[in-house]
């Protein structure tokens, strides 16, 4: 059973670029999160999406950044005109949805480590 | 909001045990978590506690909850240099927000 899957898990762009990462939830979860860990930092929370809706998008930056997570296929983070201060690790986590969510816990991808030269 | 505080950096030596405090502010925190992440890799789920408990044991692993000072601990028995890694602290509400909100972290090292 695999666990959540991100790619790429690293990625160089330079400033002005667009920067994409993708996330593939745990099979069975539907419930998707995006977290940014900046250098020496703690998680700070970004958006919460379930399929094709955004739940809480409460930690999103207004503007360049977006996120989806379409009917069919992965979610997909999208950094638009990056700057250096976006240089960060994107992690992703998923859970269940309804009563399967059980504890509540969250599980992590190993992170999309972005570098804006 | 809700705000989760942790101190930084935490040394022991191998074969002691390793305590990890955390404050969160937020009294309807209902889940409480902590996780560890090794350099390098994402976060793992290493133990968790509801807030009608004050006491949770898991090997070497022992989470104490105050809910009156809002304070969490993870005590680590026998500490090993595999211990070494980064440990944070989360929290989630039973209602409303479904996402966890995370301390900074404490960055454990262990010294042979």
């Known amino acids: 059973n695999a666990g959540v899957m991100q790619n790429p898990r690293h990625l160089v762009r330079r400033r002005g670029q667009e920067a994409r990462l993708r996330c593939s939830p745990m099979?069975?979860?539907?419930?998707v999160y995006w977290y940014r860990q900046l250098p020496e930092e703690g998680l700070k929370f970004m958006v919460y999406?379930?399929?094709?809706?955004?739940?809480?998008e409460s930690g999103m930056p207004k503007e360049r950044f977006s996120a989806e997570f379409p009917k069919e296929g992965p979610s997909i983070l999208r950094i638009q005109q990056v700057v250096r201060g976006d240089s960060a690790a994107y992690f992703c986590a998923s859970s269940p949805a309804g009563r399967a969510m059980g504890t509540g816990e969250l599980f992590f991808g190993e992170g999309s480590r972005l570098t804006v030269l | 909001g809700e705000d989760v505080e942790q101190s930084l950096f935490l040394s022991v030596r191998e074969g002691d045990s390793s305590v990890i405090n955390c404050t969160y502010t937020d009294s309807s925190s209902t889940y409480l978590y902590w996780y560890k992440q090794e350099p390098g890799a994402g976060l793992q789920l290493l133990t968790y506690i509801f807030s009608n408990m004050d006491m949770k044991q898991d090997q070497r692993l022992t989470v104490l909850l105050n809910k009156k000072d809002k304070h969490l601990s993870l005590r680590i028995a026998d500490t090993q240099t595999g211990d070494s890694a980064i440990y944070f602290c989360?929290?989630?509400?039973?209602?409303?927000?479904?996402?966890?909100?995370f301390g900074s972290g404490t960055r454990l090292q262990v010294q042979p």
């Open positions: 989360a929290v989630r509400r039973d209602t409303g927000r479904r996402a966890l909100t």
């Open positions: 099979k069975g979860h539907s419930h």
């Open positions: 999406l379930q399929k094709e809706n955004i739940i809480d």
